[in-house]
RNA sequence: GGCCUCGUGGCGGAGUGGCUACGCAGCGGACUGCAAAUCCGUGUACCCCGGUUCGAGUCCGGGCGAGGCCUCCA
């Protein structure tokens, strides 16, 4: 089945075709680590992993190489150095190791590569030392600038012509800059700021420009024209079109990227997330309270382009979702999944521009014909819901530990339950529901079938 | 001001011209000792106003409303 993507180039959906279906390439922007993740920054991760998923599955999983960088060097990281006296790069591997462990929690597989800008610099320095030779950069005193005019479809992504970036208020001509619209490639270095920022280069001793480490970092490992690349929707303008100027007038003209793609935003309680306002909802944090799994549905459960309102009435839902989800495999637990493809619904949903809310309505059918089939179509529906679930990243848990939690008192809770049996067959009703509304209060659900009761936490 | 999103039933959220997705909640029923889980049934939904069309949530125009970006924020 054909992937149809919706590119940001043209504003429509295109039919995916890669240059080379033995080696597809993405790029996903990744976080710059100095802090928590928050759950906005965990939307594309988990939007792109069930792209990466997608693409493995059609193209064979060899042949698709997924690229996400972590951002090591950054005023940000600076600053938050010069506050806390610790050295930069106790604070970037202590972030990026949370970050790696939250997206591992949110159910994102591991990229092929996980780039560190500070491991590219040299890369970088040659892009630049590119871009300087064919007149597309040019030394300032604060540092190497990228000259905008020099390049004629500046501003193609975003749909922005110069006169419009001018406009903005907030655009500063530099004391050294020959255009207002002019970018940072290489920024020099300033007095005070810490030897572990600073390199050596032909444009003098400085550190890299937000968008130089992109472009170095995808050609280094992905090559000089990629497949895909993914963001936000706010890094469109200027950080990709930067990386398209810095790539393409190095290259060439060569594409940079043949495939944009951007999700939406987050906005919380219906409110605009910002550190102002105090709402900002950190992956780690949310982690204590909920299952990564629940937030992964929550952040699929809207289609990626469109904005998603986080609630704590959206992670209800989604874990509702999941625990119907989980209930349909936990009743087929002992039946022999059956090797089959993922359903053909599902991947269609997916294939028409990821659209992860018709997947999940796919699973939920699924779930409703297992829950009534008959024997001889449940290995195949299980088959079918696991293999749909693993291609969203979903249901891939034990259906019994989703159900338990964590399994500490579980051996006093199935000796309650199995008390509760044997009271129900002598038939002292008033016991069993005590039991039933003991269990209750702490929060466990009695469920009986036609061969015993299972229990569950709610 | 410029560019770009979005506006669907009580809630979440699909739908890219015609066959009223799906889930949660609610209601009715089946099952159950009673429940829960599960199954079945159940909804005068498409921001407003024009237009195109035999037919529009879906296309076009104009409003209104919410949001994002406009030099380093996913």
Redesign the pocket.
């Known amino acids: 089945m054909e992937i149809?993507l919706t590119n940001t180039y043209a504003?429509?959906?295109q039919v995916f075709e890669p240059s080379d279906p033995d080696r597809v390439t993405m790029y996903v922007?990744?976080?710059?680590v100095y802090s928590y993740?928050?759950?906005?920054?965990a939307?594309?991760p988990v939007v792109f992993d069930v792209l990466y998923r997608l693409l493995r599955a059609k193209f064979g999983a060899d042949h698709v190489v997924y690229a996400v960088n972590f951002t090591d060097v950054?005023?940000?990281i600076i600053d938050a150095s010069q506050e806390t006296g610790e050295p930069i790069s106790t604070i970037t591997q202590r972030y990026e190791q949370i970050y790696r462990e939250d997206m591992a929690a949110l159910g994102n597989l591991e990229p092929t590569f996980r780039p560190r800008a500070t491991e590219h610099i040299g890369d970088m320095i040659a892009l630049m030392e590119d871009l300087a030779a064919k007149g597309h950069a040019y030394q300032g005193e604060s540092g190497l600038w990228f000259h905008?005019p020099s390049m004629e479809t500046y501003g193609r992504l975003?749909?922005?012509?110069r006169?419009?970036?001018?406009?903005?208020?907030?655009?500063?001509v530099g004391a050294d800059k020959k255009?207002?619209?002019?970018?940072?490639l290489w920024?020099a270095a300033k007095d005070g700021e810490p030897d572990a920022a600073k390199w050596d280069s032909p444009f003098g001793v400085g550190r890299p420009?937000?968008?130089i480490e992109c472009s170095a970092m995808a050609k280094a490992k992905l090559g000089e024209t990629i497949d895909i690349h993914g963001?936000?929707?706010?890094?469109?303008?200027?950080?990709h079109e930067?990386e398209i100027a810095q790539s393409e007038c190095a290259h060439g003209g060569k594409p940079f990227a043949r495939y944009w793609l951007?999700?939406?935003?987050?906005?919380m309680d219906?409110?605009?997330?910002?550190k102002s306002l105090g709402n900002v909802k950190l992956v780690h944090q949310l982690l204590e309270k909920w299952p990564g799994e629940v937030l992964r549905m929550a952040l699929l459960?809207?289609?990626y382009?469109?904005?998603?309102?986080w609630?704590d009435?959206?992670l209800?839902?989604s874990r509702?979702?999941l625990?119907?989800l989980y209930?349909?495999l936990r009743?087929m637990s002992d039946v022999v999944v059956e090797d089959v493809e993922p359903p053909a619904g599902l991947v269609a949903?997916l294939c028409?521009?990821l659209?992860t809310?018709?997947a999940?309505?796919e699973?939920?059918?699924l779930?409703?014909e297992?829950?009534?089939a008959k024997d001889a179509d449940k290995p195949r529906l299980k088959g079918e819901l696991l293999a749909g679930g693993a291609l969203m990243g979903l249901l891939q848990q034990d259906p019994d530990q989703w159900a338990r939690g964590d399994d500490s008192d579980a051996a006093r809770i199935d000796a309650l339950v199995a008390e509760?049996i044997a009271?129900?067959k002598a038939?002292d009703?008033?016991k069993?529901?005590q039991i039933?509304n003991d269990l209750a209060a702490e929060g466990v659900?009695?469920?009986?079938?036609p061969q015993g009761?299972t229990w569950r936490k709610v």
């Open positions: 149809r504003r429509e959906k922007c990744g976080p710059t993740a928050h759950i906005g920054n939307r594309p950054d005023d940000k905008v975003s749909k922005r012509n006169d419009d970036m001018i406009a903005g208020a907030r655009v500063e255009d207002p619209a002019d970018f940072a920024k420009g937000w968008a963001g936000g929707q706010d890094l469109i303008f200027p950080h930067n951007h999700n939406g935003f987050l906005s219906s409110e605009k997330m910002s459960s809207a289609h382009r469109g904005p998603l309102d609630t009435a959206l209800e839902q509702a979702t625990d119907r209930n349909a009743r949903a028409d521009d659209n809310p018709q999940l309505a699973l939920s059918r779930a409703t297992a829950n009534k509760r009271a129900r038939k009703f008033a069993a529901d039933r659900e009695i469920m009986d079938g009761s």
